[in-house]
């Protein structure tokens, strides 16, 4: 048997773009679904790269920020055809989603007189995303906290971001710190945290003097800020997409930009449209600043996924392999899940707040989150999020 690494076929970058648009119209069910359906056609039935490889691929790729399913259809989009196959992949796949959404967009800003009389559906959405968010921390957090030093981060970004830190002062304190500990070196650890805390106070205050916690004017943004807004995100998205939702809710809503009920309306359109999840900053970026910021906040988002294969993958795989590195991003990650565990509780206590009946809203989250909890499926989340929305009109009226 050789061992030859296998090679992608031969295409035209017509042919290229359309096996990965193919990709992204049935990109139903998450990262996990969407990683799936690509190894079976392009691993295991079509040859593209070899199974070995495709897992390292993927181990590095998870390491990265970024929804990890577009990153693997750039770098295998580079395998064909170079950084321009890389682009056509990357653009493939995420076209239908972007397409869906941005007219998901329109519909939602500008038919306002039908969006008022589904006012009891979106409510209903609103508490199963909630329970949505819930479980997907669950799952974020058992990859990730491993120890009881990774719990005790993620107990300090839960805290913290309560108390309305800057989420990225907690990313930094919580990589710093579980480097130092995991080296034995537990005194320095306590040490770097408070100088890590002490420079991105400092730094956020040079950089935000207004406030501290991030809030700002709430003056029309300019493509500018909602580029920068998705940007943010797409560097920070460790563990997956769910990651985007604190960065982006606190440059959008935090700034009084919107309110969370149609941030949660968002993510529920996000769940049920074939895309990764983080197009949700699509919709977020129409809302706030029509076409142009719908746009800017897209290419903000994705821009990271396509640098990090088009550009540094080579480069990176060696880095990734260090040790030390390995530390910092698993003290980050526990951070993170305490910053979307801390959002998603915001996000729940805002809606029941808004909800015309607490009981009705608190029983179409439980029943939520049992099913997404026990339904194994990758339809899932998006018939949960459909049902919950059929049950929030018929009761909330």
Aim: glycine share 10%.
């Amino acid at each position: 048997m050789s061992d030859q690494e296998p090679a992608p076929p031969s295409l035209s970058y017509a042919a290229l773009f359309l096996r990965f648009l193919r990709f992204g119209l049935l990109a139903f069910g998450g990262p996990v679904a969407q990683i799936a359906m690509i190894r079976r056609d392009l691993v295991d039935q079509e040859g593209w790269i070899s199974s070995a490889h495709f897992n390292r691929l993927l181990a590095v790729l998870q390491v990265l920020p970024g929804p990890e399913a577009h990153e693997l259809c750039v770098h295998l989009g580079m395998r064909a055809k170079g950084r321009i196959g890389g682009l056509l992949a990357g653009l493939g796949f995420m076209l239908p989603g972007f397409l869906i959404m941005l007219g998901i967009g329109w519909a939602y800003v500008s038919l306002t007189p039908v969006m008022g009389l589904l006012a009891g559906a979106f409510l209903g959405v609103q508490s199963a995303v909630v329970a949505v968010v819930m479980r997907a921390v669950h799952k974020i957090g058992a990859h990730i906290l491993e120890d009881r030093w990774l719990w005790a981060v993620a107990a300090i970004g839960f805290v913290a971001t309560l108390a309305e830190t800057g989420f990225w002062i907690v990313l930094i304190a919580g990589g710093a710190a579980y480097a130092f500990i995991k080296a034995g070196r537990r005194v320095s650890a306590l040490i770097v945290m408070a100088i890590a805390l002490a420079a991105a106070v400092a730094l956020y205050l040079w950089a935000n003097p207004t406030n501290l916690h991030g809030a700002a004017s709430s003056a029309d943004p300019t493509a500018w800020a909602m580029l920068w807004t998705g940007l943010k995100a797409g560097l920070l998205t460790f563990g997956g997409a769910y990651t985007a939702i604190p960065y982006v809710r606190a440059d959008t809503v935090g700034r009084g930009l919107i309110d969370d009920g149609t941030f949660l309306d968002g993510l529920a359109f996000a769940g049920v449209i074939p895309a990764p999840l983080v197009i949700f900053c699509t919709f977020v970026g129409f809302v706030v600043g029509g076409w142009a910021g719908a746009l800017a906040m897209t290419a903000g988002v994705f821009l990271p996924a396509f640098a990090f294969s088009m550009i540094f993958y080579e480069r990176l795989e060696a880095v990734v392999a260090d040790e030390r590195l390995h530390r910092v991003l698993a003290g980050v990650a526990a951070a993170v899940v305490g910053i979307i565990a801390a959002t998603s509780l915001q996000l729940g206590l805002t809606t029941l707040q808004r909800a015309p009946s607490i009981p009705i809203a608190l029983l179409i989250f439980a029943a939520a989150l049992a099913a997404v909890w026990f339904w194994k499926s990758r339809y899932a989340a998006a018939v949960v999020l459909a049902m919950s929305a059929l049950a929030g009109w018929a009761l909330f009226r």
